[in-house]
Protein backbone atom coordinates (compact mmCIF):
# COMPACT_ATOMS: atom_id res chain seq x y z
CA UNK A 1 0.00 0.00 0.00
CA UNK A 2 1.22 3.41 -1.11
CA UNK A 3 0.74 6.25 0.58
CA UNK A 4 0.92 10.23 0.12
CA UNK A 5 3.62 12.00 2.45
CA UNK A 6 0.34 14.10 3.96
CA UNK A 7 -2.18 11.28 4.17
CA UNK A 8 -3.68 10.91 7.71
CA UNK A 9 -1.78 14.00 8.84
CA UNK A 10 -3.68 16.87 10.52
CA UNK A 11 -2.33 20.15 8.84
CA UNK A 12 -1.02 22.65 11.53
CA UNK A 13 0.23 21.79 14.86
CA UNK A 14 -1.45 22.19 18.33
CA UNK A 15 -2.15 25.93 18.34
CA UNK A 16 -3.65 25.28 14.65
CA UNK A 17 -5.66 22.80 15.70
CA UNK A 18 -6.85 24.29 18.60
CA UNK A 19 -8.11 27.15 16.26
CA UNK A 20 -9.54 25.27 13.99
CA UNK A 21 -11.63 23.71 17.12
CA UNK A 22 -12.50 27.11 18.29
CA UNK A 23 -13.65 28.11 15.04
CA UNK A 24 -16.29 25.30 14.93
CA UNK A 25 -17.58 26.53 18.29
CA UNK A 26 -20.46 28.28 18.97
CA UNK A 27 -19.25 29.62 22.23
CA UNK A 28 -15.78 31.12 20.72
CA UNK A 29 -17.92 32.67 17.69
CA UNK A 30 -19.66 34.24 20.51
CA UNK A 31 -16.30 35.52 22.13
CA UNK A 32 -15.14 37.21 19.12
CA UNK A 33 -18.58 38.74 18.42
CA UNK A 34 -18.73 40.36 22.03
CA UNK A 35 -15.14 41.81 20.97
CA UNK A 36 -15.23 42.74 17.85
CA UNK A 37 -18.72 43.46 16.62
CA UNK A 38 -21.85 44.83 17.75
CA UNK A 39 -24.23 43.13 19.85
CA UNK A 40 -26.80 40.81 17.64
CA UNK A 41 -24.04 40.19 15.18
CA UNK A 42 -23.47 36.39 14.45
CA UNK A 43 -20.51 34.21 12.68
CA UNK A 44 -20.24 31.80 11.03
CA UNK A 45 -17.50 29.21 11.62
CA UNK A 46 -15.94 30.04 8.08
CA UNK A 47 -15.93 34.02 9.12
CA UNK A 48 -14.44 33.14 12.56
CA UNK A 49 -11.48 31.32 10.91
CA UNK A 50 -10.96 34.35 8.56
CA UNK A 51 -11.12 36.48 11.33
CA UNK A 52 -8.92 34.46 13.36
CA UNK A 53 -6.70 34.75 10.28
CA UNK A 54 -6.65 38.79 10.10
CA UNK A 55 -5.87 38.97 13.27
CA UNK A 56 -2.84 36.54 13.82
CA UNK A 57 -2.36 38.12 10.15
CA UNK A 58 -1.52 34.78 8.44
CA UNK A 59 -3.14 33.66 5.75
CA UNK A 60 -3.55 30.01 6.67
CA UNK A 61 -4.12 28.77 10.42
CA UNK A 62 -1.64 25.97 10.17
CA UNK A 63 0.93 29.43 10.44
CA UNK A 64 0.51 29.85 13.82
CA UNK A 65 2.68 27.45 15.11
CA UNK A 66 5.69 28.64 12.85
CA UNK A 67 5.10 32.51 12.96
CA UNK A 68 6.54 34.28 16.21
CA UNK A 69 3.95 37.01 15.35
CA UNK A 70 0.56 35.04 15.00
CA UNK A 71 1.63 32.56 17.83
CA UNK A 72 1.40 35.47 20.14
CA UNK A 73 -1.23 37.29 18.94
CA UNK A 74 -2.92 34.05 18.98
CA UNK A 75 -1.72 33.26 23.10
CA UNK A 76 -3.01 36.65 23.29
CA UNK A 77 -6.11 36.17 21.61
CA UNK A 78 -6.49 32.61 24.11
CA UNK A 79 -6.08 34.52 27.10
CA UNK A 80 -8.67 36.69 25.84
CA UNK A 81 -10.68 34.11 25.81
CA UNK A 82 -9.92 32.23 28.51
CA UNK A 83 -10.88 35.32 30.85
CA UNK A 84 -14.33 35.80 28.70
CA UNK A 85 -14.94 32.08 29.45
CA UNK A 86 -14.63 32.25 33.23
CA UNK A 87 -16.67 35.28 33.30
CA UNK A 88 -19.24 33.88 31.07
CA UNK A 89 -20.05 30.78 32.32
Not at 44 to 53: G, I, P, T, V, Y
Amino acid sequence: MTTTPSAGKTKGGALARLAGLWCQDERFRRFLVSKYYAAGTSLSAEQAADLLRKLCGVGSRAEIDTNQTARKAFLQIRSWYMAWSGENS
